[in-house]
Protein backbone atom coordinates (compact mmCIF):
# COMPACT_ATOMS: atom_id res chain seq x y z
CA UNK A 1 0.00 0.00 0.00
CA UNK A 2 1.39 3.73 -0.93
CA UNK A 3 -1.13 5.91 1.16
CA UNK A 4 -0.96 8.33 4.15
CA UNK A 5 1.21 5.58 6.58
CA UNK A 6 4.25 6.25 3.69
CA UNK A 7 4.30 9.84 3.81
CA UNK A 8 3.88 10.00 7.60
CA UNK A 9 6.78 7.14 8.65
CA UNK A 10 9.05 8.53 5.93
CA UNK A 11 8.99 12.01 6.19
CA UNK A 12 8.29 14.44 9.09
CA UNK A 13 4.25 15.59 9.21
CA UNK A 14 3.85 19.06 9.13
CA UNK A 15 0.23 19.36 11.18
CA UNK A 16 -0.12 22.93 10.21
CA UNK A 17 1.49 23.44 6.80
CA UNK A 18 -0.38 26.24 5.34
CA UNK A 19 -0.56 28.26 8.66
CA UNK A 20 3.20 29.99 8.58
CA UNK A 21 2.42 30.61 3.97
CA UNK A 22 0.84 33.96 3.56
CA UNK A 23 -1.47 34.68 0.40
CA UNK A 24 1.10 36.12 -1.64
CA UNK A 25 3.02 32.76 -1.86
CA UNK A 26 0.08 30.45 -1.20
CA UNK A 27 -1.50 30.26 -4.90
CA UNK A 28 0.25 30.63 -8.14
CA UNK A 29 -3.43 30.92 -9.71
CA UNK A 30 -2.68 33.39 -13.23
CA UNK A 31 -6.53 33.34 -15.20
CA UNK A 32 -8.99 31.16 -16.37
CA UNK A 33 -8.85 29.79 -20.33
CA UNK A 34 -11.69 28.95 -22.24
CA UNK A 35 -11.50 25.43 -22.93
CA UNK A 36 -13.01 25.72 -26.23
CA UNK A 37 -10.70 29.10 -27.94
CA UNK A 38 -8.31 29.30 -25.21
CA UNK A 39 -9.33 33.43 -24.06
CA UNK A 40 -8.33 34.57 -21.25
CA UNK A 41 -10.41 35.60 -18.14
CA UNK A 42 -10.47 37.20 -14.60
CA UNK A 43 -10.11 34.80 -11.86
CA UNK A 44 -10.82 36.67 -9.19
CA UNK A 45 -14.77 37.14 -9.90
CA UNK A 46 -17.61 34.59 -9.47
CA UNK A 47 -17.34 32.51 -12.87
CA UNK A 48 -19.51 29.74 -14.44
CA UNK A 49 -18.44 28.65 -18.23
CA UNK A 50 -16.53 31.31 -21.15
CA UNK A 51 -18.90 32.90 -23.21
CA UNK A 52 -19.16 30.27 -25.43
CA UNK A 53 -20.39 27.97 -22.62
CA UNK A 54 -17.50 25.83 -22.88
CA UNK A 55 -15.80 24.73 -19.27
CA UNK A 56 -13.01 27.87 -17.93
CA UNK A 57 -10.10 25.82 -16.83
CA UNK A 58 -7.57 27.26 -14.30
CA UNK A 59 -3.99 28.34 -15.48
CA UNK A 60 -0.97 28.76 -13.07
CA UNK A 61 2.48 30.48 -13.16
CA UNK A 62 4.25 27.07 -13.22
CA UNK A 63 7.71 29.04 -13.50
CA UNK A 64 6.91 30.26 -10.70
CA UNK A 65 5.15 27.59 -9.10
CA UNK A 66 8.77 25.41 -9.76
CA UNK A 67 11.05 27.99 -8.10
CA UNK A 68 8.68 28.09 -5.21
CA UNK A 69 8.69 24.35 -4.00
CA UNK A 70 9.89 21.25 -5.01
CA UNK A 71 8.97 17.31 -5.14
CA UNK A 72 11.29 17.66 -1.80
CA UNK A 73 9.20 20.19 -0.22
CA UNK A 74 5.70 19.04 -0.71
CA UNK A 75 7.18 15.59 1.35
CA UNK A 76 7.43 17.76 4.30
CA UNK A 77 4.13 18.78 3.95
CA UNK A 78 0.45 17.20 5.17
CA UNK A 79 -1.00 14.25 4.20
CA UNK A 80 -3.99 15.96 2.35
CA UNK A 81 -4.65 17.70 -1.43
CA UNK A 82 -3.66 21.04 0.08
CA UNK A 83 0.00 19.94 -0.03
CA UNK A 84 -0.01 21.01 -3.58
CA UNK A 85 -1.48 24.41 -3.08
CA UNK A 86 0.89 26.10 -4.69
CA UNK A 87 -1.25 24.74 -8.19
CA UNK A 88 -4.62 24.96 -6.86
CA UNK A 89 -6.33 28.24 -6.78
CA UNK A 90 -7.22 29.39 -3.28
CA UNK A 91 -5.07 32.43 -2.91
CA UNK A 92 -5.05 32.91 0.78
CA UNK A 93 -5.00 30.07 3.70
CA UNK A 94 -7.56 31.54 5.60
CA UNK A 95 -10.33 30.43 3.12
CA UNK A 96 -9.37 26.73 2.94
CA UNK A 97 -12.04 24.46 3.93
CA UNK A 98 -11.21 21.26 4.76
CA UNK A 99 -12.24 17.50 6.30
CA UNK A 100 -9.16 16.08 5.93
CA UNK A 101 -9.44 15.41 1.86
CA UNK A 102 -6.48 13.77 -0.06
CA UNK A 103 -3.92 11.24 -0.10
CA UNK A 104 -5.91 8.20 -0.41
CA UNK A 105 -3.95 5.05 -0.67
CA UNK A 106 -3.19 3.08 -3.90
CA UNK A 107 -3.06 -0.39 -3.07
CA UNK A 108 -1.28 -3.58 -4.43
CA UNK A 109 -3.85 -5.79 -5.60
CA UNK A 110 -1.56 -8.86 -6.22
CA UNK A 111 -4.61 -11.63 -5.83
CA UNK A 112 -7.00 -9.95 -8.44
CA UNK A 113 -4.26 -8.92 -10.30
CA UNK A 114 -3.11 -12.60 -10.87
CA UNK A 115 -6.99 -13.75 -11.67
CA UNK A 116 -7.54 -11.20 -14.17
CA UNK A 117 -3.49 -11.67 -15.85
CA UNK A 118 -2.79 -7.84 -15.10
CA UNK A 119 -0.05 -8.86 -12.28
CA UNK A 120 1.21 -5.00 -11.37
CA UNK A 121 -2.55 -4.08 -10.70
CA UNK A 122 -3.18 -0.95 -8.36
CA UNK A 123 -6.33 0.81 -6.85
CA UNK A 124 -6.52 4.67 -5.92
CA UNK A 125 -9.39 4.26 -3.18
CA UNK A 126 -11.25 7.10 -3.25
CA UNK A 127 -13.79 5.80 -0.95
CA UNK A 128 -11.90 6.67 2.30
CA UNK A 129 -12.20 10.52 1.76
CA UNK A 130 -14.35 12.29 3.67
CA UNK A 131 -18.14 12.03 2.71
CA UNK A 132 -16.92 8.41 1.24
CA UNK A 133 -16.74 9.54 -2.93
CA UNK A 134 -14.26 10.79 -4.40
CA UNK A 135 -16.36 14.13 -5.33
CA UNK A 136 -15.19 15.87 -1.40
CA UNK A 137 -12.01 16.87 -3.19
CA UNK A 138 -13.36 19.17 -5.82
CA UNK A 139 -16.56 20.17 -3.38
CA UNK A 140 -13.38 21.28 -0.90
CA UNK A 141 -11.79 23.18 -3.42
CA UNK A 142 -14.61 24.53 -5.15
CA UNK A 143 -16.37 25.74 -1.82
CA UNK A 144 -13.16 26.90 -0.32
CA UNK A 145 -12.52 29.16 -3.73
CA UNK A 146 -16.47 29.77 -3.72
CA UNK A 147 -16.32 31.52 -0.23
CA UNK A 148 -12.81 33.53 -0.97
CA UNK A 149 -14.96 34.96 -3.47
CA UNK A 150 -17.64 35.99 -1.50
CA UNK A 151 -20.40 32.99 -2.57
CA UNK A 152 -22.64 32.28 0.43
CA UNK A 153 -24.86 30.25 -1.46
CA UNK A 154 -23.83 26.96 -3.33
CA UNK A 155 -26.05 25.25 -6.16
CA UNK A 156 -26.24 22.15 -7.94
CA UNK A 157 -27.75 19.17 -9.30
CA UNK A 158 -26.06 15.60 -8.78
CA UNK A 159 -26.60 12.11 -8.87
CA UNK A 160 -26.02 11.93 -5.22
CA UNK A 161 -22.03 11.57 -4.27
CA UNK A 162 -21.33 15.40 -5.35
CA UNK A 163 -24.23 16.65 -4.10
CA UNK A 164 -23.58 15.35 -0.38
CA UNK A 165 -19.47 16.57 -0.62
CA UNK A 166 -20.73 20.10 -1.41
CA UNK A 167 -23.19 19.68 1.41
CA UNK A 168 -20.89 18.95 3.96
CA UNK A 169 -18.18 21.32 2.87
CA UNK A 170 -21.04 23.94 2.14
CA UNK A 171 -21.76 23.38 6.03
CA UNK A 172 -18.14 23.30 7.07
CA UNK A 173 -17.51 26.80 5.78
CA UNK A 174 -21.02 28.40 7.18
CA UNK A 175 -22.99 28.42 3.54
CA UNK A 176 -25.93 27.39 2.30
CA UNK A 177 -26.49 24.64 -0.22
CA UNK A 178 -29.07 24.14 -2.77
CA UNK A 179 -29.47 20.45 -4.21
CA UNK A 180 -31.71 18.88 -6.53
CA UNK A 181 -30.79 14.66 -7.30
CA UNK A 182 -32.85 12.46 -9.21
CA UNK A 183 -35.35 10.18 -6.88
CA UNK A 184 -33.51 7.05 -8.38
CA UNK A 185 -29.84 8.28 -6.96
CA UNK A 186 -28.54 6.41 -3.43
CA UNK A 187 -30.70 6.78 -0.75
CA UNK A 188 -27.67 7.46 1.77
CA UNK A 189 -26.91 9.92 -0.26
CA UNK A 190 -29.37 11.80 0.56
CA UNK A 191 -29.47 11.60 4.33
CA UNK A 192 -25.79 12.99 3.63
CA UNK A 193 -27.61 16.20 2.38
CA UNK A 194 -30.41 16.12 4.87
CA UNK A 195 -28.00 16.02 8.02
CA UNK A 196 -25.82 18.65 6.77
CA UNK A 197 -28.63 20.86 6.78
CA UNK A 198 -28.95 21.81 3.01
CA UNK A 199 -31.91 22.31 0.90
CA UNK A 200 -33.08 18.76 -1.11
CA UNK A 201 -35.26 18.82 -3.74
CA UNK A 202 -35.65 14.94 -5.82
CA UNK A 203 -36.61 15.13 -8.98
CA UNK A 204 -38.59 12.44 -11.19
CA UNK A 205 -36.13 12.23 -13.85
CA UNK A 206 -32.33 12.56 -14.63
CA UNK A 207 -29.27 15.04 -13.96
CA UNK A 208 -30.05 17.78 -16.93
CA UNK A 209 -33.76 17.65 -15.43
CA UNK A 210 -32.43 18.65 -12.15
CA UNK A 211 -30.04 20.88 -13.70
CA UNK A 212 -32.46 22.78 -15.44
CA UNK A 213 -34.32 23.08 -12.04
CA UNK A 214 -30.93 24.40 -10.18
CA UNK A 215 -30.52 27.12 -13.23
CA UNK A 216 -33.91 28.35 -13.40
CA UNK A 217 -33.68 28.81 -9.22
CA UNK A 218 -30.54 30.22 -9.24
CA UNK A 219 -31.97 33.27 -11.51
CA UNK A 220 -33.91 34.38 -8.23
CA UNK A 221 -31.37 33.67 -5.72
CA UNK A 222 -29.44 36.51 -4.44
CA UNK A 223 -25.83 35.46 -3.54
CA UNK A 224 -26.05 31.46 -4.84
CA UNK A 225 -23.55 30.23 -7.37
CA UNK A 226 -24.32 27.49 -9.50
CA UNK A 227 -21.87 24.85 -9.33
CA UNK A 228 -23.24 22.15 -11.91
CA UNK A 229 -20.71 20.01 -13.37
CA UNK A 230 -18.02 22.39 -15.06
CA UNK A 231 -19.52 24.93 -14.84
CA UNK A 232 -18.10 26.65 -11.84
CA UNK A 233 -14.08 26.40 -12.70
CA UNK A 234 -12.23 24.79 -9.12
CA UNK A 235 -13.97 21.43 -8.83
CA UNK A 236 -11.95 20.29 -11.17
CA UNK A 237 -9.26 21.99 -9.31
CA UNK A 238 -9.51 19.39 -6.65
CA UNK A 239 -10.14 16.50 -8.20
CA UNK A 240 -6.95 16.95 -10.34
CA UNK A 241 -5.16 16.10 -7.00
CA UNK A 242 -5.61 12.39 -7.51
CA UNK A 243 -3.22 12.46 -10.70
CA UNK A 244 -0.81 14.39 -8.55
CA UNK A 245 -0.94 11.90 -5.97
CA UNK A 246 -0.34 8.85 -8.08
CA UNK A 247 2.51 10.15 -9.29
CA UNK A 248 3.85 11.17 -6.27
CA UNK A 249 3.23 7.69 -4.43
CA UNK A 250 4.76 6.11 -7.69
CA UNK A 251 8.06 7.92 -6.66
CA UNK A 252 7.30 10.80 -9.46
CA UNK A 253 6.65 8.47 -11.87
CA UNK A 254 3.50 7.92 -14.26
CA UNK A 255 2.00 3.93 -14.09
CA UNK A 256 1.22 2.81 -17.73
CA UNK A 257 -2.61 3.08 -17.58
CA UNK A 258 -5.00 4.53 -15.96
CA UNK A 259 -8.74 3.81 -15.94
CA UNK A 260 -11.46 6.11 -14.82
CA UNK A 261 -15.31 5.65 -14.60
CA UNK A 262 -16.44 8.64 -16.36
CA UNK A 263 -19.93 10.19 -16.51
CA UNK A 264 -19.23 13.89 -16.31
CA UNK A 265 -15.92 13.49 -17.25
CA UNK A 266 -14.56 15.93 -14.54
CA UNK A 267 -11.81 13.14 -12.91
CA UNK A 268 -9.86 12.09 -15.87
CA UNK A 269 -10.36 15.31 -17.25
CA UNK A 270 -8.44 16.61 -14.39
CA UNK A 271 -6.00 14.22 -14.02
CA UNK A 272 -5.06 14.70 -17.66
CA UNK A 273 -4.86 18.33 -16.88
CA UNK A 274 -2.39 17.33 -13.48
CA UNK A 275 -0.03 15.07 -15.77
CA UNK A 276 0.18 17.57 -18.20
CA UNK A 277 1.35 20.56 -15.59
CA UNK A 278 3.37 17.47 -13.74
CA UNK A 279 5.50 17.33 -16.81
CA UNK A 280 5.32 21.36 -17.71
CA UNK A 281 6.77 21.51 -14.20
CA UNK A 282 9.54 19.17 -15.00
CA UNK A 283 8.37 16.77 -11.91
CA UNK A 284 7.35 13.99 -14.35
CA UNK A 285 9.56 12.82 -17.62
CA UNK A 286 8.70 10.42 -20.22
CA UNK A 287 5.36 9.30 -22.04
CA UNK A 288 1.96 10.33 -20.14
CA UNK A 289 -0.12 7.03 -19.08
CA UNK A 290 -2.74 5.95 -21.22
CA UNK A 291 -6.08 6.80 -20.11
CA UNK A 292 -8.75 4.52 -20.39
CA UNK A 293 -12.96 6.46 -19.95
CA UNK A 294 -15.01 3.65 -18.66
CA UNK A 295 -18.30 3.72 -19.38
CA UNK A 296 -21.57 1.91 -18.20
CA UNK A 297 -23.43 -0.19 -21.58
CA UNK A 298 -26.95 1.75 -20.52
CA UNK A 299 -25.34 4.78 -21.10
CA UNK A 300 -22.07 4.83 -22.79
CA UNK A 301 -22.06 8.09 -24.41
CA UNK A 302 -18.20 9.13 -24.56
CA UNK A 303 -17.49 5.25 -25.96
CA UNK A 304 -19.95 5.58 -29.06
CA UNK A 305 -17.99 9.03 -29.74
CA UNK A 306 -14.74 7.50 -29.21
CA UNK A 307 -15.29 4.65 -31.47
CA UNK A 308 -17.26 6.64 -34.08
CA UNK A 309 -14.12 8.98 -34.48
CA UNK A 310 -16.31 12.03 -33.62
CA UNK A 311 -15.14 14.98 -31.02
CA UNK A 312 -18.19 15.26 -29.04
CA UNK A 313 -21.04 12.66 -28.07
CA UNK A 314 -25.23 12.54 -28.62
CA UNK A 315 -27.30 11.15 -25.91
CA UNK A 316 -28.88 7.92 -25.27
CA UNK A 317 -32.10 7.93 -25.72
CA UNK A 318 -32.93 5.54 -22.51
CA UNK A 319 -29.85 6.15 -20.34
CA UNK A 320 -30.01 3.34 -17.43
CA UNK A 321 -27.38 1.41 -14.91
CA UNK A 322 -26.65 0.38 -11.93
CA UNK A 323 -23.72 2.54 -11.51
CA UNK A 324 -26.32 5.89 -10.82
CA UNK A 325 -22.95 8.12 -10.33
CA UNK A 326 -21.94 7.47 -14.35
CA UNK A 327 -25.77 8.21 -15.63
CA UNK A 328 -24.65 11.24 -17.39
CA UNK A 329 -26.47 11.13 -20.89
CA UNK A 330 -24.58 14.17 -21.72
CA UNK A 331 -21.45 15.66 -20.54
CA UNK A 332 -20.47 19.06 -20.90
CA UNK A 333 -17.06 18.16 -20.90
CA UNK A 334 -17.28 15.19 -23.27
CA UNK A 335 -14.65 16.64 -25.77
CA UNK A 336 -12.21 17.28 -23.08
CA UNK A 337 -12.60 13.44 -22.51
CA UNK A 338 -12.27 12.33 -25.88
CA UNK A 339 -8.81 14.74 -25.90
CA UNK A 340 -7.81 12.87 -22.93
CA UNK A 341 -8.20 9.59 -24.19
CA UNK A 342 -7.05 10.31 -28.04
CA UNK A 343 -3.94 12.16 -26.96
CA UNK A 344 -2.77 9.69 -24.40
CA UNK A 345 -3.38 7.06 -26.74
CA UNK A 346 -6.10 5.62 -24.70
CA UNK A 347 -9.09 3.63 -25.27
CA UNK A 348 -12.47 4.18 -23.84
CA UNK A 349 -14.79 1.01 -23.01
CA UNK A 350 -18.37 -0.28 -21.72
CA UNK A 351 -18.75 -2.51 -19.42
CA UNK A 352 -22.24 -4.16 -18.73
CA UNK A 353 -23.85 -4.29 -15.73
CA UNK A 354 -23.90 -7.59 -15.04
CA UNK A 355 -20.02 -7.29 -15.94
CA UNK A 356 -19.55 -4.86 -12.62
CA UNK A 357 -21.00 -6.27 -10.48
CA UNK A 358 -19.44 -9.48 -10.96
CA UNK A 359 -16.32 -7.40 -10.82
CA UNK A 360 -17.41 -6.33 -7.93
CA UNK A 361 -17.71 -9.16 -5.99
CA UNK A 362 -14.52 -10.67 -7.60
CA UNK A 363 -12.44 -7.99 -6.12
CA UNK A 364 -14.14 -7.80 -2.63
CA UNK A 365 -13.54 -11.86 -2.66
CA UNK A 366 -9.74 -11.93 -3.44
CA UNK A 367 -8.39 -8.34 -1.93
CA UNK A 368 -11.16 -7.67 0.24
CA UNK A 369 -12.31 -4.19 -0.80
CA UNK A 370 -15.70 -3.36 -1.36
CA UNK A 371 -15.50 -0.84 -4.23
CA UNK A 372 -18.74 1.28 -5.79
CA UNK A 373 -20.28 0.25 -8.77
CA UNK A 374 -18.73 2.67 -11.29
CA UNK A 375 -15.30 1.60 -9.51
CA UNK A 376 -16.65 -1.67 -10.56
CA UNK A 377 -17.19 -0.58 -14.00
CA UNK A 378 -12.92 0.33 -14.31
CA UNK A 379 -11.79 -3.23 -12.69
CA UNK A 380 -14.41 -4.84 -15.36
CA UNK A 381 -12.95 -2.93 -18.07
CA UNK A 382 -9.36 -4.07 -16.96
CA UNK A 383 -10.20 -7.86 -17.50
CA UNK A 384 -11.88 -6.90 -21.15
CA UNK A 385 -8.74 -5.01 -22.02
CA UNK A 386 -6.52 -7.74 -20.62
CA UNK A 387 -8.47 -10.39 -22.96
CA UNK A 388 -8.62 -8.41 -25.93
CA UNK A 389 -5.05 -7.88 -26.22
CA UNK A 390 -5.23 -4.32 -25.32
CA UNK A 391 -3.38 -5.14 -22.37
CA UNK A 392 -0.64 -7.40 -22.39
CA UNK A 393 -0.18 -8.02 -18.40
CA UNK A 394 2.85 -5.84 -18.19
CA UNK A 395 1.90 -3.05 -18.09
CA UNK A 396 1.55 -0.91 -14.65
CA UNK A 397 -2.29 -0.36 -14.22
CA UNK A 398 -4.27 1.96 -11.55
CA UNK A 399 -7.78 1.96 -11.65
CA UNK A 400 -9.69 4.67 -9.77
CA UNK A 401 -12.27 3.35 -6.88
CA UNK A 402 -14.10 6.37 -6.93
CA UNK A 403 -16.35 5.77 -3.78
CA UNK A 404 -16.78 3.05 -1.06
CA UNK A 405 -19.81 -0.10 -1.77
CA UNK A 406 -21.21 1.30 1.67
CA UNK A 407 -23.08 4.34 -0.36
CA UNK A 408 -24.76 1.48 -2.64
CA UNK A 409 -25.97 -1.37 -0.56
CA UNK A 410 -28.60 -3.17 -2.75
CA UNK A 411 -26.11 -3.88 -5.08
CA UNK A 412 -24.77 -6.99 -3.00
CA UNK A 413 -28.39 -9.03 -2.04
CA UNK A 414 -28.14 -10.94 0.93
CA UNK A 415 -29.47 -14.25 0.87
CA UNK A 416 -28.19 -16.47 3.44
CA UNK A 417 -29.91 -19.12 6.07
CA UNK A 418 -31.40 -17.85 9.23
CA UNK A 419 -30.42 -20.18 11.85
CA UNK A 420 -32.82 -21.18 14.93
CA UNK A 421 -31.21 -20.36 18.23
CA UNK A 422 -30.87 -24.08 19.37
CA UNK A 423 -29.16 -25.42 15.60
CA UNK A 424 -25.94 -25.46 14.62
CA UNK A 425 -23.94 -24.00 11.35
CA UNK A 426 -23.69 -27.11 8.66
CA UNK A 427 -20.52 -29.07 8.46
CA UNK A 428 -18.06 -27.71 5.83
CA UNK A 429 -18.74 -29.50 2.46
Not at 72 to 90: K, S
Not at 193 to 201: M, P, S
Not at 210 to 219: D, E, N, P, T
Not at 366 to 378: L, Q, R
Amino acid sequence: MIGRDRITTEFPLVVNATSSTGPDQFSTLSHLECSRDGSRHDADVVQGTSPLGAPLLARYDLERAAATVTPAGIATRAPDLWRYHELLPVRDPAHVVTLGEGMTPLLDLPRHGARIGVPTLRMKDEGLVPTGAFKARGAAVGVSRAAELGVTGIAMPTNGNAGAAWAAYAARAGMRALVAMPVDAPVITRRECVVTGAELYLVDGLIGDAGALIKAAVAERSGYQDTSTLREPYRLEGKKTMGYEIVEQLGWRAPDVILYPTGGGVGIIAIHKALLELRELGWLTGDLPRLVAVQAAGCAPIVEAFHAGLDESSPPADAHTVAFGITVPKALGDFLVLDAVRSTGGTAVAVTDEELLAAQGALARDEGSWVCPEGAACFAAVAQLRESGWLTGAEDVVVLNTGTGLIYPDTVPVDVPVLAKTGAIPAMS
